[in-house]
Structures are given as C-alpha cells and as structure tokens.
C-alpha cells in the first residue's frame, strides 16, 4: 500500500456477514461465567449463568446481569444494588444482547488496498493490520510530530487509546460529545459555580418540588436513573414546566407546557431573573452570602420583562410571572435542568448559564430538591510512567478562538485536518473508535473533505457504520457482552463501583479495545503504558485499593462505597467556589476578561425563510444515536424515524399523515424519504425528526434507507465563541413531495 492513498475512495464492506478466512491471533479467553454465588444477589435458577455487566448502549452506564441458558443469550437484567438503574433496566439496556447476536456486524481486521484500479478491503490478520497501523503512526511522527495524530472517541473502551495516544505524544483527543452536545453545559456552570453537574447529572429530582425542563427530553433520552426520579417527583405532587416547542414525553406529564418560539429561549430565562428580582422571590439570605454581581445582574434585566418577552417568544406575561412564581414557590426545591444535548443556535454557553445564574438566585445549588454534592469514589490507578509533554496541541491552528474551551473539539480538529491558503493542515492521521463521525460531526462534507487529507484513517468499531467505509484500516471491536472494561466509577448521592465481565467469548476475530490499544503499544514500543501484562491483572490491582477483588466483584456486580460528605452543603455553612471571587458568579469576571458579556443577553437569530421551517431533531427512547438502529431488537421498537409537521403546515402543503416526502434545507441539501407525522404536537414554524436513521449502509440490513438522515441537512452551523460549540439548530428545511 502506498504511502497515502491518492484519493480515499468509500469502500463497501462486503459479506459483513461471513467470518475472515485470514489468520489472526487466538481469541482472548472469557472469564468463566459464575453458576452458584452469584445467586445469593439475583432471582435465578441455580443452573442458569449469570455475569456481571455495565451497559455501553448509553454513557447512564447501568449495572446489571447478563442471563445465558444452556450456554446460549438469554436476557440482560438489572442489578438490584446498582444505584445508577435501581435494578431496572430501560428498552436500550434490554436489548444489549441484539449487538452481540447482530449478524452484521464487523468479523475480521480489514485493510484498504488497489485492486484492478478500484480501491476494496481486503481480510487481514491482527497482526498485519496493527503492523500498518503502527507504520504509518511513526512515519506521521517522524515526519510532522506525534501531536498531528488525533483521537475520537465515544465509548468506554476509549479509555485506552487515550492512555495510547497520549504515550505516543499527543493529547489531541476528542469526544464529539463536547463540541456537538454537552460543552457548553460544561463551561457555564463552570464559569457560574466553579464546577460542573457532572455525568450523571448532580440533580436531586426526586426531591424537587418544581422541575423546569428547557429543551430537555426526560423520557426519550431515557437517562434511567432521571427518568426514574423524574417519575417518583411526579407522583408526589412536584410541578413540571416544559418548555419546548414540541409536546414532548414530558410536556405531557407537565403542569405548564410553554410552547416556545425557537431561538428564543434566553429571552425566557432572562424575563424569568426579571420577575424573580423585581417580585423579590429570590432567596436574598442565599443571594447576599453565596453570589457576586447581583446589582449588576439586577440592572442588567430590568427592561426584560415579561411584556418584552412576549413578541419574541409567543408565551404570554402571565404565564411567564406564574411559572416564575411556581419556581419561587417550590425554592430552594427546584431546579431549572442543565440539559444534556445544548448545542443550539451558537450562544448556548451564554443560554445555559442564564439558567444557571436562575438556580443560584432560587438557592438550589447544595439544597435539597436542588443540586446536591456528589460523593465520588477514589481508586488507585494503575502505575505507570509519566506521559511525554506534546510541542502543541489543536488549539494552535486557533489563535484567540475559543478561549473558554477545556477539551478539544472534535469540529476544530476536523477543520483543522482542512488545508486552506493561510495555514498547512494541522493533522495527518485519525483514529477513531466508536463514533460513526459522518453522522456526528456537523456540515458532513467537512469530515468527507478532511478524510482527504489524511495519511492515516483508522476506524476501531463493532458495526460497518459510514466512517469505517473510508478507514484505511478496519479493526473489529468485541461487544461489550464479550470483554472486560476499566471499571464503571460513578459519582452519585453514594459513589459505586460496577464491573463488566465478558459472558461470551468473542465472536469471529473480534477483540476487546483493552487488548487492541496494548497489542499496538507494544508494535510502538509503548508497551510501558500498558504494565498489566492482562486486563484481570489491572482490575484487581484497582479493586484491591478499595478493599474489594475482582473475584468479589465478578459475584457481587456493584460495590457501593460510603459517602465522604454531606450531600446539602449550602446552608448558612462558609463556602468558597472554585471562581475568582470565591462566590457564585452572577456576573462573570472570566467572561469579562476574556472580552465576552459578563451577563447573558439576548440577541435575535436567524428566521426561516417563507416556505421554510426550523428543523429541531432529538432522541427516542429505544434508541441511541445511530448505534441502535440495527440492533434486531431495538429495530422492532422503532425502525425509521418520522418528520413532525403541524396541521396547518400540512394541509397548506397538501401533506397527508403517513405520506413519505422528502425534506430539502437552505443549502439545496435533499434528505431520503421520510414518513410525515402530522400533529398538533409541534409549533407551525419547526418540523422534529429523530436523530440516527437514514444510514446508507446496504451492510446494516435492518436499518438500510430507513428514514432520512438529519446531519445531511445541518449543512450549516453557528459557533459559540466562547467554546466552540457548534449550534445546528440553526438550519431551515422545506418539503419536497417527490420523495427522494
């Protein structure tokens, strides 16, 4: 193979379905599967196997069992200990066991060759394909620096390639999960509060009197532990406010569904602080004590009022100032959620602080029924030797952009993959595990444009996504039913410590992410940032600094550890945040410096053109982005997705309910065919669609053409410049009736 390829051309993967017929190494042993102790925890059969397990279909990460009969798959359960699930498993969790029986998933390493002038794979073994990998690494190195390697990752297994890469002497590693979804949450209780809500979500729902939901999902995301307090909340009496332009799983269960205009939601949150000030239903004993800037903050808001809100967000003043007095009412019970996926339509750092700086004027931050103190669980790591410093990083081919952003962006990197006339490309080799980065990654045709670039494409996975059809190098990952995993560390009212075990062996040539990051340390001569000689030698060495073993925990499941502090720190107690005041930051001092407003403000965004509407998208509860689609028993829950259209809309389009169409954006980018769900469940000047469907894939047989992608039509994107996150809320989409 040459060097680089003159053109990366997609390359199908054939017979997905078939196993390699190239050598490879011997497959790693499972753990055997426990018959007898593990009865004492679970409802079981005495013959009937169990194993311990965490779920990787969503980062909630619930602990359970994995059930086999006669040797075979059978269910998956939850762990009754497991403080994450409360032992009840949600539609995803259940059907884990559908990726490990997915027949068309990845079997064998897969190289990219010429063959008769036409670019295919070719079968490989391990070892020639970890030779090349390791190859092209250290040619990347040798020519242009280590830092021009770059990671994506989502997934547990990322761990390693993390540990990997940064031995090898970059630190350019990336979740798209900051820049495309959780960033700018990050940053803004950051910039407020001097700390995060962190994963899971610091919230105390089950004990809320009131919970303002602004463009959160609960019960479609399906984050099983919020789901299941958001549920005790609700039959206790608690008030929920939903707003959201759709009538979504939540707005129904709502006291208050305020139908919002789209782009408008500071404009809300900030008639909200207006009314909770000028009525003087803050908590001023907190207020005065715990924050800074709130004269400030004060004037700031005294002309948004609710009748200054009214035009640009359609909810009327009276339902603003009753909302507003039923958070006040519930305080300091209340919380105004954080959100999960907030990347919206580019000020959303600015928009999630302005919910931020609402909760700290409602006194929930370390208050019951607000946000409490996780207690977090300490594990010894397992040595090994420091990390060489890298000479740059990605932020050097964005001087003065972005400064407020603490991870990388896995946009920025993209674009930087992208020679332009001022500046050389920054990197020249991707590896990617378990992302499939055309379907995350706004503005597709960017990441097409980039894989261009590069010298290297490695895609590590257990399905043949889009991504691994432009890999250079092709490396089948194990299911997370087939391995062991670093241990499931969860902060929480208590800290835990779950275990996943393997309780199959592998199928085909498949391998664990552990075993693949070490068999290539070692071809890079890194092998001494991997010391464990196996991945059980690790674990026991991290559950044995707890008091615990993994011959424990592979009976047990979950450990949990006892709390080091009260969960309600905030009341009347001495507290110093980790700010540059020491307090709550009403107004921001880093903002300010940094040269960005110190208090949110409102600024009007782009409307839809006529014959146009602003195209929202989200989750559904069965599925997990694009990685569930094909999954046989996921798929039976919901198998394509469906366009959300208003009556009105419909009817002036002629669009009947059921008729599949096709969806066309600003940018003259066309969707597949998609079934039109006409409802009075969304605003006339929006369409929704479920994120993850419209794969074009013949190799996912299940979910081939099924529904219309919407990252084809986010061609167009709004940065946050204070950390780069990327708005995608901000494309408009018309109807094509000749479906495409």
Known sequence: ????????????????GTVGAAAGVSLVNAFPASKVDSAK????????EVSPTYCEVCFWKCAGWVHKKDGKPWKITGNAHDLNSQGRFCPRGTGGIGMYTDPDRLKTPLIRVEKNGKQVFRKASWDEALDLVAERMQSISKKWGPECVALFTHGSGGTYFKNLLRGFGSNNIAAPSYAQCRGPRAEAYLLTYGEGVGS????????????????????????????????????????????????????????YWLPIKPATDIALLLAWINVIIEEELYDKKYVEQYTYGFEALKESVKKNTPEWAYPLTTIKPHIIRQTAREMAKAAPSVIIHPGRHVTWYGD??????????????????????????????????????????????????????????NLALSSGICDATIPTPDKECSFKGWIIYGTNLIQTLPQPEKTLKALQNLELVVAIDTMPAEIT???????????????????????????SVALRAPAFKPKNETKPAYWIAQKLAEKLGLEKYFPAKTIEEYLDYRLKSIGSSLEEMRKVGVKNLAPEQDLYFLDGEEYEFSTPTGKIELYSTTLEESGFDPIPKFTKHEEPPDGFYRLLYGRAPMHTFGRTTNNQILNDLMNENEVWINPKVAKEWDISNGEYLSLENQDGKISNKIKAKVTERIRHDCVFMVHGFGHDRKQMRRNYLRGADDQKLISKVKLDPIMGGTGMRVNFVTFRKEAV
């Open 469 to 495: 059809g432009w890999a250079d190098v092709v490396l089948p990952e194990c299911t997370y039913l087939e391995r062991y995993d670093d241990l499931r560390i969860s902060q929480g009212r208590q800290p």
């Open 41 to 48: 925890f679970l409802h079981v059969n005495s013959q009937e």
């Open 200 to 255: 899971p979500e610091r919230t105390d729902i089950k004990n809320a009197k009131c919970l303002v939901l602004i463009g959160s999902h609960i019960g479609e995301n399906m984050h099983n532990g919020q789901v299941q307090e958001f549920t005790e909340m609700v039959a206790n009496g608690g008030t929920v406010i939903t707003v959201d332009p759709r009538f979504s799983t939540a707005a129904s269960k709502s006291k």
């Open 1 to 16: 193979m040459k060097n680089k390829v003159k053109r990366r051309e997609f390359i199908k993967i054939l017979g997905a």
């Open 348 to 405: 959303d750092t600015q928009r999630v602080r302005a919910g931020a700086i609402l909760n700290a004027l409602l006194g929930s931050w370390g208050r019951r029924g607000g946000f409490y103190a996780p207690a977090k669980a300490h594990i010894k790591k397992y040595p090994h030797p420091k990390y060489p410093k890298p000479k740059k990083n990605w932020k050097d081919a964005f001087p003065d952009q972005f400064p407020l952003a």
